[in-house]
């Protein structure tokens, strides 16, 4: 019955045309994020953020779900209306980032490790009854000549399939996110080789851990050269990089890969997932669960101004909409509002999550 239900959530959250928004950025970071208009990371203003991107009228054509981060999960609309409940009232499925975060690992210099594991069973519990349908838990790798480490690797695939078992444990749909980051000098040659050892190293973690697989979704980065390799790449090297690292280590019995935009601009990342959907039929759905690709063009349209809030909720609508054409290989750049992508490009953040 759980199994079941698993795969259902699953399923409606890569269902045809719609992806996820991801809005769980942690305090640090939604700081960062707000710092970029001008304004104070204050819970208020947090708050009033979120809701306007939740209440966007029509969101629900296009977003299948929203993680969100503990705060939001508690967080109450203007109306009183908690906000997980708002989501689930519109059709959208409420998610919830459950990790706590990196810190260094121990013995390994410039890797780090995802942390949470501790109490996870009781928080998983607790999400569940505010309405939380599926779970979410980054790892982070650097890629370096000799990183990632065997060492990195196995103790961040361990806790991904840990996570996921005790997510599915508590009804939750778990999303598997090992997130290799751009920065670097590395060829795309060298991106593809580290995905391949992560994904293969992340999947024999989640048989050991006997999670099942049918009810879980990956959410991977693109295989893409380093920021700082100088290389130019075009976007159908890139997809045709990424589905041959993903068809060899990612089982088909997995519902969905829904891509993180990792610090690609808005366009990239939505041109990139459109060629890759343009490789023809694969054995998962592929789509997205963008944070910054969809939010970028969304926080500089708003500025903190509740006069702004409706072109900053049709910045957002659009460019849902344009991710949404990019799932089954519609998308075209000149389909882009040449208004937003200029703007876009000013709070446009490449940085590293923290
Ligand atoms: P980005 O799309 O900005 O990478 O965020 C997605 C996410 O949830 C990373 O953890």
Known sequence: MRATSLRATAEALVAPGKGILAADESHPTMAK???QIGLESAEAVRRTYRE?????????????????FDETLRQ????????????????????????????PLAGFPDEVVTEGLDGLRSRLEEYAGMGARFAKWRAVFRIGPALPTVGCIEANAHGLARYAA????AGLVPIVEPELLMEGTHSIGRC???????????YAHLARQRVVLDGTLLKPSMVLPGTDSGDQVDDGEIAAR?????????????????????????????????ALNRCGPQPWQLSFSF?????????QAWGGRQE?????????????????????????????????TAVGAVVHDVTSRP
Do not use: C
């Open 242 to 274: 990424t589905l041959a690292v993903l068809q060899d280590t990612v089982p088909a019995s997995v519902p969905g890969i829904v891509f993180l935009s990792g610090g690609q601009s808005p366009e990239q990342a939505t041109a990139r997932l459109d």
């Open 33 to 35: 994020r707000l710092a």
């Open 291 to 299: 944070g910054r690709a969809l939010q970028a063009p969304v926080l």
């Open 308 to 340: 702004n809030a409706p072109d900053a909720q049709d910045a957002l609508l659009e460019r849902a909409r344009l991710s949404s054409t990019a799932r089954d290989g519609r998308y075209r750049s000149d389909l882009e509002d040449s208004r937003r």
């Open 52 to 68: 306007m991107l939740f209440t966007a009228p029509g969101l629900e054509q296009h977003i299948s779900g929203v993680i969100l």
């Open 192 to 202: 593809a080789a580290a995905t391949d050892a992560v994904l293969r190293a992340v």
């Open 166 to 169: 005790l997510s599915q444990e």
């Open 76 to 103: 109450r609309a203007t109306d009183g209306t908690p906000l997980p409940h708002v989501l689930a009232r519109g059709g959208i499925i409420p998610g919830i980032k459950v990790d706590l975060g990196i810190t």
